[in-house]
């Protein structure tokens, strides 16, 4: 049975869909910044609360490392921010929800770019609590010790998610396109994205979605990081993941516990013949 979050968000789809014409309107001609409007006006500020921030520009760590240029940055209104008159901000890390990378056609080229924005976010240095701390220096197994660190990073740091008005229609492509962003980074040096959480959340595309393994979306193999499916109902995956973070971002670190994540996984399950292996290594 579908869900009062599957309905709205269902058909909230079809409503944007109808507006922008996805795959028409949006990939002839359409600046980076009216696809981004569009999509702050329209998707988000019709479900994020008010005590969250919608901006754009880069976020910041303790040490002054800045990420790549954000499309759009979700924000803690309690914590403080640098303003410019631009409108490109900057943002400390440890009051950004989440960080969006909208593209009005998303292909290989501009998913590689958007992934690399993501991983940009993502290794900024992030002051864990005090609490978490403890754990981990009580912890002797320095793999053990990441393995903590990069489990709070991943359901507590900044999600990041990238959004395709047009794009991937073939689940298969899109997989591939990922898989080889992956190979660069992982010959760069970097950790395996298992134990390291450097994919975003979500990558949603014209009909194809990628869903990356977490507390939320949960895969049942150890190995398993990553599915590739084609779906046409894809929006509710982002919406419902972005309202967990929210949830737990907010002051009382709210579980929303009526989000259909067994449908979720239900609908992929559902799409399995479509779908492609999931992404793993060994």
């Given at each position: 049975m579908r869900t009062l979050y599957s309905q709205w968000?269902?058909?909230?789809?079809?409503?944007?869909?109808?507006?922008?014409?996805?795959?028409?309107?949006?990939?002839?001609?359409?600046?980076?910044?009216?696809?981004?409007?569009?999509?702050?006006?329209?998707?988000?500020e019709s479900f994020i609360p008010d005590f969250i921030h919608i901006g754009t520009?880069?976020?910041?760590?303790?040490?002054?490392?800045?990420?790549k240029q954000i499309d759009i940055i979700l924000f803690d209104k309690s914590m403080p921010y640098l303003k410019f008159p631009s409108g490109e901000n900057l943002y400390p890390v440890e009051g950004v929800i989440a960080s969006i990378e909208v593209k009005s056609t998303l292909d290989k080229k501009e998913l590689h770019k958007a992934l690399d924005n993501c991983e940009s976010v993502i290794r900024l240095g992030y002051r864990i609590p005090e609490d978490i701390n403890q754990i981990?220096?009580?912890?002797?197994?320095?793999?053990?010790?990441?393995?903590?660190?990069?489990?709070?990073?991943?359901?507590?740091?900044?999600?990041?998610?990238?959004?395709?008005?047009?794009?991937?229609?073939?689940?298969?492509?899109?997989?591939?396109?990922?898989?080889?962003?992956?190979?660069?980074?992982?010959?760069?040096?970097?950790?395996?994205?298992?134990?390291?959480?450097a994919l975003p959340k979500i990558i949603l595309a014209e009909g194809t979605l990628g869903i990356i393994k977490d507390e939320f979306n949960k895969f049942k193999s150890h190995n398993e990081i990553a599915t590739f499916i084609k779906i046409k109902k894809n929006l509710i995956?982002?919406?419902?993941?972005?309202?967990?973070?929210?949830?737990?971002?907010?002051?009382?670190?709210?579980?929303?516990?009526?989000?259909?994540?067994?449908?979720?996984?239900?609908?992929?399950?559902?799409?399995?013949?479509?779908?492609?292996?999931?992404?793993?290594?060994?």
């Open positions: 968000f269902d058909n909230l789809q079809e409503v944007l869909e109808k507006e922008s014409n996805f795959a028409e309107t949006l990939k002839h001609g359409t600046t980076k910044g009216s696809a981004r409007e569009f999509f702050i006006k329209r998707f988000l520009g880069q976020v910041v760590d303790i040490t002054g490392t800045r990420s981990i220096d009580k912890e002797s197994d320095p793999n053990k010790k990441a393995k903590i660190e990069n489990t709070f990073l991943s359901n507590y740091g900044p999600s990041t998610y990238i959004f395709g008005f047009s794009g991937y229609k073939s689940s298969k492509g899109l997989r591939s396109s990922v898989t080889s962003w992956l190979d660069k980074y992982m010959k760069k040096g970097n950790p395996c994205p298992i134990e390291y959480p995956f982002l919406g419902c993941h972005l309202l967990d973070r929210v949830g737990k971002f907010s002051k009382n670190r709210i579980i929303i516990d009526s989000l259909p994540q067994d449908e979720l996984m239900n609908r992929i399950d559902q799409n399995s013949l479509s779908s492609n292996p999931l992404l793993q290594f060994t």
